[in-house]
């Protein structure tokens, strides 16, 4: 089966810009997960969409950071204004209901610089 | 909150040794899961292995086993007859209940030397 989807790989932006990534789960796959990785750290996680419906954004910045999943099948994430503490991998991954069950699958990420 | 412990940076081992990577975690609950992901430069994240709480017997796939110490909230990671192929950022993940988050440690940086 076709892998979980990101696009692009790398992007660099001037802070206060704006950037968006995008994700293309495993089809089927009804539960789907943004994560921030800052260089040397642990992936952690922004939000949460189970079909279109938001379940967890309680670690997402909402005053820069928006995500949207529409038909419950591909999700953008967008940074309005970027800061430089932004810089980070920015992972996608998705799984079928009850992921510790069938697993996760993660994309290969966004790896986003902010100058 | 839980969290994830691992205090091991970085480590080293010889092609075809083996290795233990160590996890410590925090939480309340009694049924939850517990994972190691292996990260390559990729970005990837691939799954090792998984434990399931209330499953006494410990995890084993193939050439990697885990040590799960429910009682110290323990689970390291062995990696038998090493191989190059195993260097790769090493992440220990627990989930606290069906359907909630992933939470990661800090990661342990593994180099597997010829």
């Known amino acids: 089966e076709a892998g979980v989807a990101q696009s692009p790989r790398y992007k660099i932006i001037e802070k206060r810009q704006s950037v968006a990534f995008w994700c293309n789960p495993i089809?089927?796959?009804?539960?789907l997960y943004w994560y921030q990785q800052i260089l040397g750290q642990g992936p952690k996680l922004l939000i949460q969409f189970q079909n279109n419906g938001v379940v967890d954004d309680s670690q997402l910045p909402k005053d820069r950071f928006s995500a949207e999943r529409l038909k419950g099948v591909d999700s953008t994430l967008k940074i309005q204004p970027a800061k430089l503490e932004d810089s980070a991998v920015y992972l996608c991954a998705s799984s079928s209901w009850g992921g510790r069950y069938y697993g996760y699958t993660f994309g290969s990420g966004t790896r986003l610089t902010v100058v | 909150a839980q969290t994830v412990t691992q205090s091991q940076p970085e480590m080293s081992v010889q092609e075809a040794e083996t290795v233990t990577l160590s996890c410590t975690y925090d939480?309340?609950?009694?049924?939850?899961?517990l994972f190691w992901y292996k990260q390559p430069p990729s970005r990837q994240m691939i799954l090792v292995i998984r434990?399931?709480?209330?499953?006494?017997q410990n995890a084993t796939e193939n050439r990697f086993s885990v040590n799960f110490q429910k009682a110290a909230k323990s689970f390291s990671l062995k990696i038998s007859d090493s191989q190059l192929g195993d260097t790769a950022m090493y992440f220990c993940?627990?989930?606290?209940?069906?359907?909630?988050?992933?939470?990661f440690g800090e990661g342990t940086q593994l180099t597997v030397n010829p």
């Open positions: 434990q399931e709480a209330y499953k006494q």
């Open positions: 939480t309340s609950e009694n049924n939850y899961y």
């Open positions: 993940a627990f989930e606290e209940t069906s359907g909630s988050r992933l939470t």
């Open positions: 089809s089927g796959h009804a539960t």
